[in-house]
């Protein structure tokens, strides 16, 4: 599964942006998607999952009622829409693929886009 990341940018804390995910074949219905970030120096985190037919989505504590992870399997796109973003919110952001039911586990990640960087501005 070849994963194609995009969306992200300069964006001022409060503000939002909608990261994209997509495949360019018809396979991502088969598989949970997750985001993940990194920022410099730190290690690569979990950070939004949907299941396969996209009933279940799970978050970190910290981005809770502020990120929204959907899918459109039709598409075979799956979106990360971050609002209220702050500054902390600074990082690469990956998408993966797993044909786990869900993951929130980095290294059960077997597909991995190639990362969008968001830049959040204080």
């Known amino acids: 599964v070849q994963l194609q990341a995009s969306g992200g940018g300069l964006v001022q804390a409060g503000g939002s942006l909608r990261l994209s995910c997509a495949a360019p074949e018809r396979t991502l219905s088969r598989y949970s998607m997750g985001w993940f970030r990194q920022a410099p120096g730190q290690e690569r985190e979990f950070v939004a999952a949907?299941?396969?037919?996209?009933?279940?989505?799970f978050y970190q504590d910290s981005v809770k009622g502020r990120f929204t992870i959907s899918r459109d399997n039709a598409k075979t796109t799956v979106y990360l829409q971050m609002n209220s973003l702050k500054p902390e919110d600074t990082a690469v952001y990956y998408c993966?693929?797993?044909?786990?039911?869900?993951?929130?586990?980095?290294?059960?990640?077997?597909?991995w886009g190639q990362g969008t960087l968001v830049t959040v501005s204080s």
């Open positions: 949907i299941s396969w037919g996209g009933r279940s989505t």
């Open positions: 993966a693929a797993t044909p786990r039911e869900y993951s929130t586990l980095v290294y059960e990640y077997g597909y």
